[in-house]
């Protein structure tokens, strides 16, 4: 019994070996999902139907084994396909080392060709932006290449009817401002909402916000198979959060849906396990 355990016990560790290099090194290094919806967007023309909207969450550049070979995988699938709105995240940073401008440079040189391809390309900050102290200068350098940072405001995209894009502050340093961000979006204008925080989800009025796409959570990063697709998470003591994918009917106001995206980066560890990077893509067909 004894020999049968002591053989059991091996063969577990070496499972978890192989789990942990596969978590550190393939999953999160050479596995890109492409997320691909059909979303009914209320008041959208139907001339403006099939218009194709990009996103992309989380690169956390400065954390420890960062990911950023995948996020110009990422930038490079979206600019080859060509969508006709890219919305970014926000956490373009996870930390200030090796140093502000460093990490600034190094978020420009990856968004670069976003910024070069001519597609209306749109932004908000997320958390660790902030708590870095580079919102400013992610702002400054985001915005001098041509890609406006949201922060509780709302912009019509050109070239797409009179489609806009809502973007919504932080939740967390409690920089969201809902009314705000909604205040300037025509009654019957379509609209897709950025936040980088699901959390600020419930608070949208009913049927202000048909679709909206936010990150933040990584999709926990490491995701049990077999459980649903969609679960809460206690990020705080108070703050429970939509994880990964559809939030679950009934969730937020009525005619209200939001898409969490799994991001690409990292946070605490370099691992990703049944939770790999992600870019979503949605096709808007006007309906309800």
């Given amino acids: 019994m004894k020999r049968w355990l002591g053989r059991i016990g091996a063969l577990l560790g070496v499972l978890l070996v192989l789990l942990a290099v596969y978590g550190v090194f393939v999953e999160p290094r050479l596995v890109l999902d492409e997320e691909r919806a059909e979303v009914p967007l209320p008041q959208l023309a139907a001339e403006d139907a099939g218009t194709e909207v990009a996103v992309v969450s989380d690169w956390q550049i400065g954390a420890f084994f960062d990911n950023d070979g995948m996020v110009a995988d990422a930038v490079g699938t979206i600019v080859a396909a060509d969508p006709d709105v890219v919305l970014l995240g926000g956490d373009f940073v996870y930390s200030d080392d090796p140093g502000v401008e460093e990490q600034v440079d190094r978020v420009v040189e990856l968004v670069a060709p976003l910024a070069e391809s001519g597609i209306p390309t749109f932004a908000v900050l997320g958390n660790h932006d902030h708590a870095t102290g580079m919102a400013e200068e992610l702002t400054r350098a985001l915005e001098g290449v041509g890609i406006p940072v949201l922060q509780n405001e709302a912009v019509p995209v050109e070239g797409t009817g009179d489609l806009h894009v809502v973007g919504i502050g932080p939740s967390r340093p409690g920089l969201a401002d809902v009314d705000a961000a909604l205040a300037d979006v025509p009654d019957d204008a379509p609209r897709v909402v950025l936040a980088h925080n699901p959390t600020v989800f419930p ?86």
Avoid: K
């Fill in 203 to 288: 608070e949208l009025p009913a049927g202000s916000a048909p679709l909206t796409v936010s990150g933040h959570t990584h999709c926990g990063q490491i995701a049990i198979p077999g459980l649903p697709r969609w679960s809460y998470i206690e990020l705080t003591e108070q703050e429970e959060v939509v994880t990964d994918g559809w939030a679950p009917e009934g969730y937020g106001a009525e005619g209200n849906r939001m898409f969490v995206t799994c991001g690409i980066g990292f946070s605490v560890i370099p691992v990703r396990v049944n939770a790999p990077p992600q870019v979503a893509f949605f096709e808007l067909q006007p309906g309800s």
